[in-house]
């Protein structure tokens, strides 16, 4: 039998526990646990990592995100193996071993997580009772792993790692493309960056990454670079004092698309809303963007205190400044007198709406996404994106334009959603803009320019202009 292999560059994780200098193997494997368990509950990966102790929490990330990527095999291999569903605590810990066991997730060697995973069992009072069970169960799919791959093969969410619901709405919206969306689903994104062209140019910029040793190409735009390998951002040059930012590099498509071309008539700083801004990226972006010509004075609005926090710490490491309004877009006369008040305007040049959606085109960044999803939450979300889209459009100034972008491939809450707003408003006419941008699935081993520049999430574009009276 052959079993999965170390890979030859092991997670940072990884190494640290081979060479006992970091957290072991079972330390980690009882917190990826709980922390599915709490996934599973409807909790946000990110949410919950933030609860896990600053020295497990790289580590238990790494992992996390390798088991929530093979969720749907994991779990069909543990029906074959336990028919009858163990309790959550020791289900979780055992999906989350057989996950680290199967030929996707080669970080450990075999009997390296079972062991380890036998440990972490008795670690924990809700799971130590259950050592023995976990423990056979994983050395039967070590025998039977052939075997029990082949029963689950046929099975389309074990094939997949979707929910059924999610691949086929993908099998109705893109026929012939849903395959391969759900494999840059299942793939870990790259890391891509933003350089503030405020502070140093990109080919400046790519020169320091040289220095430091950080291998990039040239990505979207006049300011987008990719990385070959991601490193933590403390480690990019000059991150601290803001030369530059991570933004992926569909994100880094929405300011050009909302500014290129746009100009006050008046000679006065450009009026641009940000609708729904946190955690403050394209708002960055946009002021990045001002020139002495054009000077954007900026609101950001954002219905989430803690979430207007981050746009706040955003701005403050870039030097930037806007008028951060804690509120919900659609509730606009709880907010807009205030706003013209201090602005001394009454409508906007320009209004970027980053609709709450789905997230199903960054589920390769957060792929606890696809597993936390409802079908029915589709249409609870487009008729939010629907109530933002009619409360601000009357903001928008004739001769404006507003851009409407969400991280969804789902055509509910893109093409069909900006479609029936057309069909509403004779007075919105479309400019150019990408439509539905599917997630890329880069050849592996293929870090070259052209296939890492295109290498980006799934989004969706429309650019409504309201015309002159």
Not at 252 to 278: N, T, W
Request: hydrophobic residues 45%; charged residues 20%; proline residues 6%.
């Amino acid at each position: 039998m052959n079993l999965p292999s170390r890979p030859r560059q092991p997670s940072r994780a990884a190494t640290a526990a081979s060479n006992n200098t970091g957290p072991s193997l079972s330390a980690q494997l009882v917190a990826v646990a709980r922390a599915l368990q709490e996934v599973r509950q409807g909790q946000s990966a990110r949410a919950v990592l933030g609860g896990v102790e600053p020295a497990l929490r790289a580590g238990v990330q790494a992992l996390l995100m390798d088991v929530l990527r093979v969720l749907g095999t994991a779990e069909a291999v543990r029906a074959e193996l336990a028919p009858r569903k163990p309790a959550s605590a020791v289900d979780a810990l055992l999906c989350t071993s057989l996950a680290l066991l199967l030929p996707e997730v080669p970080r450990y060697d075999a009997f390296t997580v079972v062991n380890q995973a036998v440990d972490a069992a008795k670690k924990r009072s809700a799971t130590k009772s259950q050592s023995a069970f976990i423990n056979g169960c994983l050395r039967s799919f070590l025998r039977e792993r052939d075997d029990l791959l082949r029963a689950v093969a046929q099975e389309p969410v074990a094939q997949y790692n979707h929910p059924q619901w999610w691949l086929k709405r993908l099998q109705q919206d893109y026929p012939q493309d849903w395959q391969a969306i759900v494999a840059a689903n299942n793939a870990q994104a790259p890391m891509a960056l933003r350089v503030n062209l405020q502070r140093c140019s990109r080919a400046d910029y790519l020169a320091l990454l040289d220095e430091a040793g950080i291998e990039a190409v040239v990505g979207v735009g006049e300011a987008g670079l990719v990385l070959t390998r991601g490193v933590p951002v403390d480690q990019l040059p000059q991150f601290a004092q803001g030369w530059v930012s991570v933004q992926d590099s569909a994100a880094q498509m929405a300011a050009p698309l909302l500014l290129d071309g746009l100009q006050p008539h008046d000679g006065r700083a450009l009026h641009v809303l940000d609708a729904c801004a946190a955690p403050g990226g394209k708002t960055a972006h946009l002021l990045e963007a001002a020139t002495a010509q054009r000077p954007i004075d900026m609101v950001a609005l954002e219905i989430d205190a803690k979430r207007a926090e981050r746009i706040g710490d955003t701005l403050a490491r870039l030097s930037l400044q806007a008028d951060v309004v804690v509120a919900s877009g659609s509730e606009v006369a709880s907010w807009l007198p205030a706003v013209q008040a201090r602005h001394g305007v009454q409508q906007f040049d320009a209004i970027l709406l980053d609709a709450p959606c789905s997230a199903s085109g960054i589920v390769r960044r957060q792929p606890d996404v696809r597993w936390l999803r409802r079908a029915t939450d589709i249409g609870q979300l487009a008729a939010i994106q629907r109530q933002l889209l009619e409360a601000l459009w009357p903001l928008v100034v004739p001769g404006g334009r507003l851009l409407y972008c969400t991280c969804s491939v789902f055509h509910e809450e893109g093409e069909g959603q900006v479609t029936q707003f057309l069909g509403r408003h004779p007075d919105a006419q479309r400019l150019p803009a990408p439509g539905h941008l599917l997630p890329q699935l880069r050849e592996a081993g293929h870090n070259s320019l052209g296939s890492l520049a295109r290498d980006h999430d799934g989004f969706y574009y429309a650019l409504l202009h309201k015309p002159l009276r």
